[in-house]
Each structure stands twice: as C-alpha cells, then as structure tokens.
C-alpha cells in the first residue's frame, strides 16, 4: 500500500497494545526502493524518528503515537536450492519462520532448523537479533545477509563476521543506515550435541507446548543472565503470577508478559521495571531486555 498517514498499528506488535504512527510505509516489493529511500532521507531531514520492523514478535511500542515513519519490511519470498551436498536457504526478510522450518523438513529432509519449529517472527527479525532457541542460534547457519543502505540506495552484502554477531544482537541492531532485505543460509551446519535436531517436528511441537506459555507476548522478555535464565529468578523472587493493568507474568514461565485486553504499553514498563528492582534486589544481578523497545 506504500505510505499511509495516522496508522493504527497495534496489529504490528505481538503485545497488541494501542499505538499509531504518523507516517506508515509498507514495504513489499523490491521496486519501492527508490519511494522507500526517498522517504527516508525526507523523514531525516526534518529530523524526525524512523524506525523499521518485520513481524513485530519481539517489539514494545512504547508510545501512544509515534511521531515520526515507521516502515513494515514485508518482502516474504523464499527458496531452497542445493550447492553440491548443501541445502541452501534464501530468504527475504519478511518470510516467516514456520514455513520455513516446515519445509526444510518436510520436504527436503534437513533437520537442521528443527529447533526452531514454532520460532515466531520472521527471518529479518532473526538476522537482526540473532535470534535462536534449544541451542540453535541464527548466527550459526546464516552466510550473508542482503542490505539495502537507505542513504545512499545502493544495495550489497554483508558477511556473517561483518555482521558482528553476539547474543541476541548484531552491529544492524544498533544503527538505522541499513535494512535486511534478504538472508543466505547455510542448512548442511550440523551440531552434533543437540539433542533437539534428532527429534521429529511433533515432537519438538510437543516440547514447545510446555515451554510456551499461551496468550499474547514476545516471547522471551528478558535475555538469561550468564549462568542462570531470566525466568528463574523472576520466579524465585516470587513474581509469576503477578499482574499490572492487562499485563501478567506468566504462571506458567516467569520470562513471558501476557497480554489481555485493555493492555496498555505503560503496563509493560511497569511489569518489566518491578521485575528488574527484586531480581536486583534479592539476587545483584541486572536483568537486560531482549524484547525490543521502541520509543
């Protein structure tokens, strides 16, 4: 739909709280680059924000309006192709996870995104964060990921070491020059110690099951300090349960925030805010967002 003004894009985060934007650019065809670019540099230019997102799995709007552009990456091909022995993957950011899996497995027989049946979001999101779960992380299959420089509109590649891949993160986290347009992936990487790509896709189904907790969240809240996880200590400092406005930790994992209705962004913060001061309080240690915050 390219542009629209005054957009209501609570659909666009998995917490469903209330949010619009000012300017809302949905980009789904490759040929909007030149609009997309220019959009951009007008936006900079009068120095408003600009913020991008794919799927919105792992987001908070933290704000009623946002004043400035958000542009929806929401280009959804993907393909396998083989290089000699290798199952290769090319995937454009928008394409979602469970497709993917699916058919790695299904159809070509490659266990190795086993894993991450039922990994929510969408390929772009997964590049960015260098998402992962039972042992397997994006930065271990991707090759290279396809950018666009949103100054300059050129187009190019970078390496998985350019990417500058840590825990969850990655050096395009951090800066809003270049947007993932696409992802090469490797899917003959094997890992011979996880147990979880031997299993059977209802088998890893049945797994995901207990771990994930039912509702609407972004998954995991919060990243697992070294040596312990986020959940464990949000539950031994006595919070599952616990609820503020239409948000709730789960009672069934302490590192999920469920929504209900009438949710509301302020909820969150809070939630998140009592979360960090009794871990801290009872443990001395920090507990660090993986859920990304836009403001």
Not at 21 to 27: M, N, P, R, T
Not at 261 to 288: C, I, N, P, S
Request: glycine content about 8%.
């Amino acid at each position: 739909m390219g542009l629209e003004r005054n957009k209501d894009i609570s659909r666009y985060s998995a917490f469903k709280t209330p949010a619009s934007a000012e300017y809302f650019f949905d980009f789904t065809d490759r040929s909007q680059i030149p609009e997309l670019v220019e959009l951009i540099g007008r936006v900079r230019q009068e120095g408003f924000p600009i913020v991008y997102i794919a799927g919105g799995t792992n987001c908070l709007f933290a704000f009623d309006r946002f004043p400035g552009a958000m542009v929806h990456i929401w280009l959804k091909d993907f393909h396998f192709s083989m290089n000699g022995a290798a199952l290769v993957l090319d995937a454009e950011s928008g394409a979602p996870m469970g497709p993917i899996v699916s058919e790695s497995v299904k159809v070509h027989g490659m266990p190795t995104l086993t894993p991450w049946v039922w990994l929510p979001g969408t390929i772009g999101g997964a590049v960015v964060g260098n998402a992962g779960c039972f042992w397997l992380e994006t930065s271990q299959v991707v090759k290279r990921v396809e950018v666009l420089d949103t100054v300059t509109g050129a187009v190019s590649f970078f390496s998985n070491e350019e990417m500058g891949y840590a825990y969850r993160t990655s050096h395009l986290k951090w800066h809003d020059r270049h947007i993932v347009l696409s992802a090469e992936f490797d899917l003959s990487y094997t890992q011979a110690e996880n147990p979880f790509a031997r299993l059977s896709i209802s088998e890893m189904q049945a797994i995901r099951r207990t771990k994930q907790p039912p509702g609407l969240s972004c998954g995991s809240y919060f990243t697992n300090p070294p040596g312990t996880s986020a959940g464990k200590l949000i539950d031994q400092a006595g919070l599952k349960g616990t609820r503020i406005g239409g948000m709730q930790i789960s009672p069934h994992h302490a590192n999920f925030f469920v929504s209900s209705e009438g949710a509301v962004w302020q909820d969150v913060v809070e939630l998140a805010e009592l979360a960090k001061a009794k871990v801290r309080e009872r443990f001395q240690t920090e507990l660090h967002e993986e859920v990304r915050i836009i403001k």
